[in-house]
Every structure is written in structure tokens, then in C-alpha cells.
């Protein structure tokens, strides 16, 4: 292994980088694979990186074609995963690594690979999520930050399903190729967009001139398709002048592009026409609701050499907002040497990216403008991940996909005709509700059957659309605050100054229309001061749109990592824990009828301003079961790692299972870390197995955030996270309930005594006692706060009576 690290060293070495970390592994290979003077190792031999349960090596018979700028044959072998399985690369040099993934669905034996769903992940990041490919061959190509000693890539196949993969790259990046961060187009010229801490998938990487530039003429083996089927305009000129690239120091170098891309470029045919007046532009698509940073290289290799055509001076523009103002690349670098400038930049609503160049009054006597190279990267959003959507990703070049975008255009323009018409009798009907029932009183409405609309933050009810479209400034993507599995999160401020927050479902949802009912009708039944309020819902033009009390502070999960606020102090822990079992003691015994949360996470606990907790999203909630029954019988849903294994294993649903969700929950909050931290040791990387490892041994306070440790009492961890423990038991029956686990809880935070912070919001677990009868503690001297068993004599129905009753609101 030494040896093919050297000569690969020595490869590099000739193109001008040497990487400090450098894998290339040919998957389920069982020998090494040269291709194009690079050595990917079988990863049969690097049994040191490969960790996994069972595998299956798969070939594919000479049958198969592929066609790759990459190599065909590191598509012709993969490696099968039938349970979630990691390689990890050790790193000798911190910094930003690209990492490529090589895809090709070939049959093997009883394995289709065009029917593997899976997903990937890398270092606590997602990167592809239920993936699936049914036709030609794909690379994914990703780059992130690395500050551990080692790198994890991990893939996990989709229940009943297997994931698969042909070969990976794993290489340093020199420190040139991606910033630290670039200036934002969506805010201030002042705003600065940091990605340290993010990670980047390319979704184009386009060389101008018409022409591709394969990865065996890039430094990096980095791929520049053409960008001819991204050009809007036929009245183009191609240059390709590569010879009169010349790389000055200071400047560009070939790490940054190759000379085969900067001696390329789309150029303006305006030479015989002085009063050209048109943009040159090309359309990308791109997923929404993500932030894309964009590079954008020049260099002029134009064989116009006269001095009366020039200065080149020109706009550069996305989705028509100024990029960059009378760019003149000869006033930067001078006539042959390359200059790029970056930017960060957010698609439309439809998802698209429209690059153009435009004329500038203040250039020379022809409106020349030329384009070399451009490289669009997606931004991983705030919960680390890039995913979007669910859909299969298919090959463009698949002729069937061609059938479907032909038939899928015949009924748009039949449906089209339908939405025209029907917006028309909408609009007249809104008009008229609009004239005859405006009511005198601000910021309300009455329909047709005098129903009243409220459109403040008085009470929840329906809202018109064009009432939250005003509230988000129509759905402005600035204002997103959050992207769930039902949609996106918007800021709204409502005509009388209430900030709320606005729920749209997205048309890629997973959830639906069962879901939105769901959470509605839910959070219509009840109040309660730790449950986040309705303040309305809109399902006017097929919208499903829920509108709840803003939350200031947000998640309580972005407080404990992955964001760069402020670290909770211990006290705060415990209050927030506290109020989020309070939310969920009265779902399962303040309704008639229990209320099942079933996705119970620091995703889904909410902080107000004065970081008091609420609990949110009832989109999948379930009562409970009847007097006569002893759980629910339903379909698994919630989240990975906070699922109760019975109900996972059994399918049966009960307010225990909540109470294990709750439990992962105070270990996230104890720990300060996810519940899935691939860049961990494997024995930690899953929260729940490494705590319940530690406990077996006595040993589970070694989980507590190290921020901490010096503010907390031992009598008052011992209580947590013994309670923890008790509810992350095994079988439903062996966990306390939520009302054990709040008075615990509460214990817990007495035992630290009273704090300068603690504004005391809730009743004391010792006042709470003072509600139950002597007749049922036996004796007060027997009574210790150190394990749950000292709870088996009392009824603790008659301790929360009276709280239930005074927080219902």
C-alpha cells in the first residue's frame, strides 16, 4: 500500500498537486484497477477501511456498456450492502477533502441494482437519502470540511431494500479551490456567507466553447461538461485558444481550472453588428429551498487584439440581480490570465439558476461579453443534509424519460386550460367576498355562509391565502426558517404585528394531505402553555398550510450543536426537559383520549424567547388506545434513532413509546451531540448504544457535555440520568410514564437548588407533594430521591391533577 500511495504521489506531482490524502477504491474489485494512469485499490485489500456486517461482491457480464468520461471499467464491479456498513479513511491532514461517488444498476445473480434504495452519509452529513437510479452511470461528487482524524462514509439500505456502490474517491483539497465563504446575492453586500462548517455536492461544473474537458486533463480529475445544452442563445461565437492561458502567481493556478478551461469561452457575435444589444444565457435546474455558491471564470484569450474593440467590459447577472457590475477582466489580470470572483446565490421558486451576460454602456465600441468556465455547488441546509426529495433519479438520456416529459407536457397544457378557468371563477368569488363581506373591525373577513375568517393572532381558524402570501411577502425563500418533511418553514409578521410561523406543504412532501389534517384537527382540540399553538390553517387553492405562534429561539437541537449559538447551561436543560414533558404528560392524560406524539425529537421541541419549551409537529400523531386495549396497531412512522425498538419490531404504538423518544431526548441534551455521529469512534456513534453500554457499567454520566460538567450538582446527574436510563428501557412495560418521568425531573432540579436563572415558571416537585395524601408515602423518612422505585406507592395521577388543569389554556 505504501507503494501505490508514492506513485500516486508521483502522479500528482506531475500535474502540480500533491494531496496529503489520497484513497481510490475500485468497490467489490477483487484486484486493483489502473485507469488512466491512476491505481484504484480492490477494497478486498483494504479490509482497514471497509467496516460492515455482510457484503457481496458483484461483477457485471461483458453484456454491459458503459459509457463514462471517467472509465468504464470502475463501473463493472460493486460492492452490495444488505445492512448499513461504513468505510473509514484515516486522515493525516485536516482541512476540506472531495469526496466522489461511481454509480452503474447492473443485474448480478438475484441482485437488480436499478431497484436499490438507499442513503449515504458522511461525517454527520447527509448526502443522498433513499437513492435510487434505474438507468446509465452517475458520479456524485461532494466536498467538506474534515477536522477529525479520520473520515466515515457510511450507506444504509432502506428497509427491505439494499444499497450498493461501484468505486469512491476520497483526496485533499488544496485550499484554493473552495473558500471559506463568498458574498451573498440574497442579503446586503456586507452579508458574508461562512460554509466552513457545510458541505457542497457540484451540480454543474460547465466548461464554455462548447467543448468538455475530461477528468485526465484536470489536476483534480475533476469533470467540465460543455455547456451547450445549458445555452439559450444561438448567436454565439466559440473560442478555444487554450495555448494563451498563462498562469501568473498570485492568481489562479491549474488547481483552481485547467488551461483546457480557461482557453475556452462563449462569446458574444457582435463584432459585425456595433448595436448588439442581447444577453448571452444559460438556464440550470437546481433543487429550491438551498443555497448554491457559484464560481465564475475568465480569461481572454479572444483573438480580437484590437485596440479599438476593447476594453471588454460587461454585467454579470443571476436571476436577473447583478452578480457582478462592468466586470473587465484585462483591468484585473491582463489579456490571458484567468480570474474567477465567487458568489453565493439562491435559485427561484421553480428551482432555476439563469446566468447571463449583459452589455455595459461604459465598454468599448463593441458590446463584447465572454464566459470561460462555470461551477455551481449546493450548500447543505442547517439539519447538515442535501436531501430533497424521494424521487428516483433516472439517467436524462433515458429514452422512457423522454416518452414521460412528451406526455407530462400534453397534460399540463390540458390541465393548464382547467387552472385558467378555475382561477378565473376563484378570483371573481374573492372579489366578490372581498367587496360585500370586508368587515369593519381590522384583519377580519366573512364569506358567503357569514362565517368569519380571522386573519390575527387572536384565535386559529381558516386563513385566505392571500392573507399569509401577504403575511411571507409571498412565500419570500429569505424568510425560510426551517425544512421539514412536510415542507418549509416561513417567517410571517400578520397585519395586526404578530410574528408567526407559516407551514407550506410541498407538492415533494413524503407527508400529505392526511398529515396537515392530522395536525390541525389535533392541535384544535387543545392548549397547553407547553404545546405550540394553532393559530390558523389555509387550504385555498389546493395550499395545506398551518400558521403557529413564532418561536424565537427556534430548535432546542440547533442549541446543542450543529449552529453557532451559545452553549444551554445546565439549568436550562433541565427547565427545557421539564417543559417538554410537561407538553407530552398532558397529551397522554389531558384529552379524553390519549394523544400519541410518535416523532418526539430536539428537532421537533421548540424554544420561545424566554427558551421555555413547546412541543411541535402533530403531523403523524395517533390516539391512543382504548380502555379495553393495550396499544395501537399501526405502520412504523417517526424518526430514525429516537423509534422505540418494540414498536418498531411489533408495530404496537403506546404512550411508552413516546417515553423512549423522550429518552433519547435527555441523552441529546445531557450529551450535546446528535443521535448519529459518524465522526465518532464506531463504539460511539449511535447516542442510545454507546449510553446504554456506559450504564451497564456504571459509567453513563461519562455522556455529559463537557460545557457543563462543571455547573452540575451529583445528586441532581445521578436523578437524570438514572430516569434516562428507566425510560430508554427495552420493553414498553419496564418504562416509567411521562408523569414519573416529569416528577423525576423536577426532583432533579431541586436537587441543584434555587439558581440566579431560575425564574421558576413551573410548580416544585416539593410543592407538588404537598398535594398528595400522607396516607400515600408510607413514611417521609423512607423516601429517597435516588430511584424509581420509591414512586411504586404513589398515585401520581392526584400530584399532576392540578397542574394538568391550570396549564390548559
Not at 463537557?706 to 437524570?720: D, V
Request: one cysteine or more.
Amino acid at each position: 500500500m505504501r507503494i501505490l500511495f508514492i506513485i500516486s504521489l508521483l502522479i500528482h506531482s506531475a500535474l502540480g498537486f500533491v494531496p496529503a490524502d489520497n484513497y481510490l477504491v475500485d468497490c467489490g474489485s477483487k484486484s486493483n484497477n489502473t485507469v488512466e494512469g491512476r491505481t484504484f485499490s480492490a477494497d478486498d485489500l483494504r479490509a482497514d477501511v471497509l467496516s460492515t456486517s455482510r457484503t457481496i461482491h458483484a461483477e457485471a457480464s461483458s453484456s454491459y456498456s458503459v459509457s463514462s468520461d471517467y472509465g468504464s471499467s470502475l463501473f463493472l464491479t460493486a460492492r452490495i450492502f444488505e445492512s448499513a456498513s461504513s468505510y473509514k479513511f484515516p486522515i493525516r491532514e485536516k482541512g476540506r477533502h472531495l469526496v466522489r461517488l461511481y454509480f452503474f444498476p447492473f443485474l448480478f445473480e438475484n441482485y437488480d441494482l436499478s431497484k436499490a434504495e438507499f442513503s449515504v452519509s458522511a461525517q454527520n452529513i447527509t448526502l443522498l437519502r433513499n437513492f435510487r437510479i434505474q438507468s446509465g452511470a452517475a458520479v456524485k461528487e461532494y466536498s467538506f470540511n474534515v477536522t477529525t482524524g479520520q473520515i466515515v462514509l457510511t450507506l444504509a439500505p432502506k428497509s427491505g431494500s439494499f444499497a450498493f456502490l461501484n468505486a469512491l474517491e476520497i483526496t485533499s483539497l488544496p485550499s484554493e479551490v473552495i473558500p471559506a465563504g463568498a458574498g451573498s446575492m440574497d442579503a446586503p453586500k456586507t452579508t458574508y456567507r461562512n460554509f466552513q462548517d457545510r458541505c457542497l455536492e457540484t451540480v454543474a461544473r460547465v466548461n464554455m466553447g462548447n467543448r468538455t474537458v475530461p477528468p485526465r486533463n484536470d489536476s483534480l480529475w475533476r469533470l467540465w461538461i460543455n455547456d451547450g445544452e445549458y445555452l439559450k442563445q444561438n448567436k454565439v461565437i466559440f473560442e478555444s485558444r487554450p495555448q494563451a492561458v498563462s498562469y501568473k502567481e498570485g492568481w489562479p493556478s491549474e488547481n483552481v481550472a485547467p488551461a483546457a478551461v480557461y482557453g475556452t469561452a462563449t462569446r458574444s457575435d457582435s463584432v459585425v453588428d456595433p448595436n448588439f444589444n442581447a444577453n448571452i444565457t444559460w438556464l440550470f435546474r437546481v433543487d429550491p429551498g438551498f443555497e448554491y455558491f457559484m464560481r465564475f471564470h475568465f480569461c481572454d484569450v479572444l483573438e480580437l487584439d484590437y485596440s479599438s474593440m476593447r476594453p471588454f467590459q460587461f454585467h454579470v447577472f443571476v436571476n436577473s440581480r447583478f452578480a457582478y457590475i462592468g466586470l473587465n477582466v484585462d483591468n484585473l489580470t491582463g489579456q490571458g490570465a484567468p480570474y474567477y470572483f465567487d458568489v453565493v446565490a439562491s435559485p427561484t421558486h421553480r428551482g432555476e439558476l439563469n446566468v447571463s451576460l449583459g452589455p455595459s454602456t461604459e465598454g468599448g465600441r463593441y458590446p463584447m461579453m465572454f464566459l470561460s468556465g462555470l461551477e455551481i455547488m449546493k450548500l447543505s441546509n442547517s439539519k447538515a443534509s442535501l436531501h430533497v426529495s424521494d424521487a428516483a433519479v433516472t439517467s436524462s438520456r433515458n429514452p422512457q424519460t423522454k416518452v414521460g416529459v412528451i406526455c407530462l407536457v400534453g397534460g399540463v397544457l390540458i390541465a393548464a386550460i382547467g387552472v385558467v378557468l378555475a382561477i378565473f371563477l376563484i378570483c371573481r368569488k374573492r372579489r366578490k367576498q372581498t367587496t360585500v363581506g370586508q368587515s369593519k373591525e381590522e384583519g377580519h373577513f366573512h364569506d358567503d355562509d357569514n362565517t368569519m375568517i380571522i386573519s390575527s393572532s387572536k384565535i386559529g381558524y381558516k386563513f385566505p391565502l392571500c392573507v399569509i402570501e401577504e403575511a411571507t411577502d409571498k412565500f419570500r425563500e429569505s424568510l425560510i426558517i426551517g425544512v421539514g418533511g412536510f415542507g418549509k418553514v416561513y417567517k410571517g409578521v400578520l397585519r395586526d404585528g404578530t410574528m408567526v410561523a407559516v407551514k407550506r406543504g410541498s407538492s415533494k412532501s413524503t407527508q400529505g394531505l392526511m398529515e396537515f389534517r392530522t395536525e390541525v384537527e389535533m392541535l384544535s382540540q387543545f392548549r397547553h402553555r407547553h404545546l405550540v399553538s394553532l393559530i390558523g390553517y389555509c387550504d385555498d387553492m389546493d395550499e395545506m398550510i398551518i400558521i403557529y405562534e413564532f418561536m424565537e429561539n427556534g430548535t432546542v437541537k440547533n442549541h446543542l450543536y450543529g449552529s453557532d449559538l451559545p452553549p444551554l447551561t445546565w439549568r436550562q436543560r433541565l427547565e427545557i426537559c421539564i417543559g417538554a414533558a410537561k407538553g407530552l404528560h398532558y397529551l397522554h392524560t389531558g384529552p379524553a383520549k390519549a394523544i400519541i406524539h410518535r416523532d418526539v425529537k430536539t428537532a421537533n421541541i421548540l424554544l420561545d424567547e424566554n427558551l421555555m419549551a413547546k412541543v411541535a409537529d402533530f403531523g403523524i400523531s395517533r390516539a391512543g388506545p382504548d380502555l379495553n386495549e393495550t396499544h395501537v396497531s399501526t405502520a412504523i412512522r417517526g424518526s430514525f434513532g429516537y423509534l422505540d425498538p418494540e414498536y418498531l419490531t411489533r408495530q404496537q404504538l403506546t404512550e411508552k413509546s413516546d417515553v423512549y423518544s423522550f429518552g433519547v431526548v435527555m441523552l441529546e441534551i445531557i450529551s450535546g451531540r446528535p443521535v448519529i455521529d459518524q465522526s465518532r469512534p464506531s463504539e460511539e456513534v449511535i447516542l442510545v448504544q454507546w449510553a446504554m453500554e456506559l450504564q451497564k457499567s456504571g459509567k453513563l454520566h461519562q455522556i455529559v457535555d463537557p460545557q457543563i460538567t462543571s455547573e452540575m450538582k451529583e445528586g441532581s446527574l445521578l436523578k437524570f440520568v438514572e430516569v434516562a436510563g428507566k425510560c430508554l428501557a427495552e420493553l414498553g412495560a419496564d418504562r416509567p410514564s411521562m408523569g414519573d418521568v416529569l416528577w423525576n425531573l423536577e426532583a432533579a432540579l431541586q436537587l441543584e437548588g434555587k439558581g440566579k436563572e431560575q425564574e421558576n415558571p413551573i410548580q416544585s416537585s416539593r410543592s407538588f407533594l404537598s398535594a398528595v395524601s400522607r396516607s400515600e408515602i408510607s413514611s417521609t423518612a423512607d423516601f429517597s430521591l435516588g430511584s424509581m422505585k420509591d414512586l411504586d406507592g404513589v398515585s401520581l395521577s392526584k400530584v399532576f391533577a392540578k397542574m394538568v388543569k391550570e396549564e390548559m389554556r
